[in-house]
């Protein structure tokens, strides 16, 4: 079934949060980020194989996978430069979502392509899981799906569209998820920078303990 705010999924919520002028204004600053921080083609730790999502991040960490394996890292991986920092626009976001005392150190930034997907995963190399992961979506929507702390966990598929929030903390802080397609055509939003479509989604973390 698609299309539920899941009722009995403690910790997470999913709801609209920005307006179309706010994701007019939070793209412009995500382009400024990709300017300084262009997006790569990550691969998957061992087999070296290229995932679907271009990425890039800002936050005094980015996270980054590569043959090695994931972590989180302070530079761009081909340019070797520190990433840039979050924009104001995306860490408002954080604190009025997160119910943290402390802002987030890191935001991934993944591209997604008409055609590409993300498959199901945990959000768990980070150090501090009181902290929830505060996701943003924008442009084209996409079928997103969540499950529960174990991979064999029943899941449920729902809609994310352009400009919405949606935060897995508490219980559902280490619940797999994933991306299951993009559909393309539904927004105009990335038109102007990415004239296939597509999505952008920001993911907000805190990954170290605050001193
Ligand atoms: C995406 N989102 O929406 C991928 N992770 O493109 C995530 O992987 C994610 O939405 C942690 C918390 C929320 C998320
Ligand atoms: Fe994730």
């Given at each position: 079934m698609d299309d539920l705010f899941p009722p009995?999924?403690?910790g997470f919520m999913h709801r609209p949060h920005w307006s179309a002028a706010e994701q007019a204004e939070a793209l412009a600053a995500v382009r400024s980020v990709a300017e300084a921080a262009p997006f790569y083609v990550p691969v998957m730790p061992r087999s070296g194989r290229p995932f679907s999502v271009r990425m890039t991040n800002c936050g005094s960490l980015g996270w980054v996978s590569d043959r090695n394996g994931y972590r989180y890292h302070?530079?761009?991986?081909?340019?070797g430069a520190p990433w840039p920092p979050i924009p104001p626009i995306i860490l408002d976001v954080w604190a009025s979502?997160?119910?943290?005392p402390h802002p987030p150190e890191a935001c991934l930034v993944n591209y997604y392509a008409p055609g590409a997907k993300l498959g199901l995963h945990q959000d768990?190399?980070?150090?501090?899981?009181?902290a929830p992961v505060v996701s943003l979506s924008l442009g084209d929507d996409c079928r997103f799906r969540l499950g529960g702390p174990a991979r064999r966990d029943p899941t449920r598929a729902m809609r994310l569209v352009s400009g919405d929030v949606a935060v897995l903390g508490s219980?559902?802080?280490?619940a797999f998820h994933g991306v299951d397609r993009i559909y393309p055509g539904?927004?105009?939003?990335?038109r102007d920078w990415f004239p296939e479509g597509g999505r952008i989604n920001l993911t907000l973390r805190r990954v170290t303990k605050p001193a």
């Amino acid at each position: 079934m698609d299309d539920l705010f899941p009722p009995d999924c403690p910790g997470f919520m999913h709801r609209p949060h920005w307006s179309a002028a706010e994701q007019a204004e939070a793209l412009a600053a995500v382009r400024s980020v990709a300017e300084a921080a262009p997006f790569y083609v990550p691969v998957m730790p061992r087999s070296g194989r290229p995932f679907s999502v271009r990425m890039t991040n800002c936050g005094s960490l980015g996270w980054v996978s590569d043959r090695n394996g994931y972590r989180y890292h302070a530079t761009h991986p081909v340019t070797g430069a520190p990433w840039p920092p979050i924009p104001p626009i995306i860490l408002d976001v954080w604190a009025s979502v997160a119910g943290y005392p402390h802002p987030p150190e890191a935001c991934l930034v993944n591209y997604y392509a008409p055609g590409a997907k993300l498959g199901l995963h945990q959000d768990a190399d980070e150090t501090d899981f009181t902290a929830p992961v505060v996701s943003l979506s924008l442009g084209d929507d996409c079928r997103f799906r969540l499950g529960g702390p174990a991979r064999r966990d029943p899941t449920r598929a729902m809609r994310l569209v352009s400009g919405d929030v949606a935060v897995l903390g508490s219980e559902s802080r280490l619940a797999f998820h994933g991306v299951d397609r993009i559909y393309p055509g539904t927004s105009t939003l990335l038109r102007d920078w990415f004239p296939e479509g597509g999505r952008i989604n920001l993911t907000l973390r805190r990954v170290t303990k605050p001193a």
